[in-house]
């Protein structure tokens, strides 16, 4: 009897041990400050015709040599050169800390070339309601008979959009000296894509369908 009682003990002894091993530490995230990030990556990489140059463009009239076609790329660097550099050594925010990590990647600077590339095919999906912007900052296929074998558009605008929240989650992790593990990064992405699909709502359009956080759509 003795015996039995010791392993029983012994026993919620380790289930309590283990429970204590799995504990979850939650990650901080500065959701104002990775809104802000999000922004400025956008309105500088996303820049429509017609606004306002960044530091370091050509005046009107004149034109700067064009980079080698192949070389995506190269065009956003040197752009990213213009506006980044001088504030990589002394950022004043988490937010402008934030926007600097994720644009040295470049697989980001990629998705965001290619996501310029497309941008007037998908303001026409957009503006006639085919798709619209989903709460998780992805494009979602509202008409499917009439998106007209446009699939792969929207899964490249889709993969693209990927790469740039997961490239914010992880640094959000980095900055905050939180190590990237399995379990903090799905902590981190679900906030971080959130946080991507109100950008996309704020800068929607009259007219274009948006989800809302409850899960509703709506035209704006």
Request: net charge neutral.
């Amino acid at each position: 009897m003795r015996k039995l009682a010791l392993r029983l003990l012994l026993t919620a002894l380790g289930a309590l041990l283990a429970a204590c091993a799995i504990i979850t530490v939650n990650v901080y995230f500065p959701a104002k400050d990775v809104k802000e990030a999000y922004k400025s990556l956008d309105e500088m990489l996303l820049k429509q015709e017609g606004t306002p140059a960044p530091p370091g463009s050509p005046p009107a009239g004149e034109t700067s040599p064009s980079p080698p076609a192949d070389k995506p790329v190269s065009r956003l660097l040197n752009l990213l050169g213009t506006w980044f550099v001088a504030e990589a050594h002394a950022a004043e925010s988490v937010a402008d800390e934030l926007a600097i990590e994720i644009s040295s990647k470049p697989e980001v600077l990629k998705a965001y070339d290619e996501m310029k590339e497309r941008l007037e095919q998908l303001n026409k999906l957009r503006d006639q309601g085919i798709v619209g912007e989903n709460k998780q900052g992805l494009i979602t296929v509202r008409e499917k008979e009439r998106l007209g074998g446009q699939e792969a558009l929207v899964k490249e605008e889709n993969d693209n959009r990927k790469t740039i929240i997961t490239a914010m989650a992880r640094a959000i992790l980095k900055l905050g000296k939180q190590p990237e593990t399995k379990e903090s990064l799905n902590q981190v992405l679900p906030r971080a894509a959130a946080t991507y699909g109100d950008i996309r709502r704020d800068a929607a359009k009259s007219g274009w369908w948006i989800e809302l956080a409850n899960g509703r759509w709506v035209q704006k």
